[in-house]
T-cell receptor, first 113, second 111 residues
Framework: DAGITQSPRHKVTETGTPVTLRCHQT?????MYWYRQDPGHGLRLIHY???????DKGEVSDGYSVSRSKTEDFLLTLESATSSQTSVYFC????????????FGPGTRLTVL | AQRVTQPEKLLSVFKGAPVELKCNYS??????LFWYVQYSRQRLQLLLR??SRESIKGFTADLNKGETSFHLKKPFAQEEDSAMYYC?????????????FGKGTKLSVKP
């Protein structure tokens, strides 16, 4: 599993509340990613990071922000959650020592009521 | 535009039948193509990539640059192959190394 964990694994929240999801890795990889997975849409990139304090937007970044103050942690924040952000969120790392293969975390199931 | 198309949302076959999951792509450079698999409520994992030319769990996929396709095949499907399959592509290095996923095909193998 390339040492990737996500927390929380499940969360139910109400519309308008802030939510932060955490991705933690133990192998010092430079690239980290946040995706959301929705039926009929597959996986879509929200934001990614290419180093400490270096982040960039993905395909569906509106309503999301990220931070990476340490190599091992990549945080995804929903400033004011909406029902359209109900989804399964996956974190991933890119392993440059294994032909840039991406390894995924176990996912966080978020429900916004 | 960079795009991955998986035309089938659901593919249902009987055990022992051949399987082909279709993937077509659009990319202006030289992409690297992947197949990822997600078993029920598990994390995604790499099944195979075109540069390795391996056969994993009996699956193979050949990159056809003329048809811009990377179809996944298995001659005899097993019930344990039931899963969600995603085709993905990436470019070369930096942000070009980010993955672009198709919408996925759910494979159901019936006994």
């Amino acid at each position: 599993d390339a040492g990737i964990t996500q927390s929380p694994r499940h969360k139910v929240t109400e519309t308008g509340t802030p939510v932060t999801l955490r991705c933690h890795q133990t192998e010092n990889h430079r690239y980290m990613y946040w995706y959301r997975q929705d039926p009929g849409h597959g996986l879509r990139l929200i934001h990614y990071s290419y180093g400490v304090k270096d982040t960039d937007k993905g395909e569906v970044s509106d309503g999301y922000s990220v931070s990476r103050s340490k190599t091992e942690d990549f945080l995804l924040t929903l400033e004011s959650a909406t029902s359209s952000q109900t989804s399964v969120y996956f974190c991933a790392i890119r392993d440059s020592s294994r032909n840039n293969e991406q390894f995924f975390g176990p996912g966080t199931r978020l429900t916004v009521l | 535009a960079q795009r991955v198309t998986q035309p089938e949302k659901l593919l249902s076959v009987f055990k022992g039948a051949p399987v082909e999951l279709k993937c077509n792509y659009s990319y202006s450079g030289s992409p690297e193509l992947f197949w990822y698999v997600q078993y029920s409520r598990q994390r995604l994992q790499l099944l195979l990539r075109h540069i390795s030319r391996e056969s994993i769990k009996g699956f193979t996929a050949d990159l056809n640059k003329g048809e811009t396709s990377f179809h996944l095949k298995k001659p005899f499907a097993q019930e344990e192959d039931s899963a969600m399959y995603y085709c993905a592509l990436s470019g070369q290095g930096g942000s070009q190394g980010n993955l672009i996923f198709g919408k996925g095909t759910k494979l159901s193998v019936k006994p």
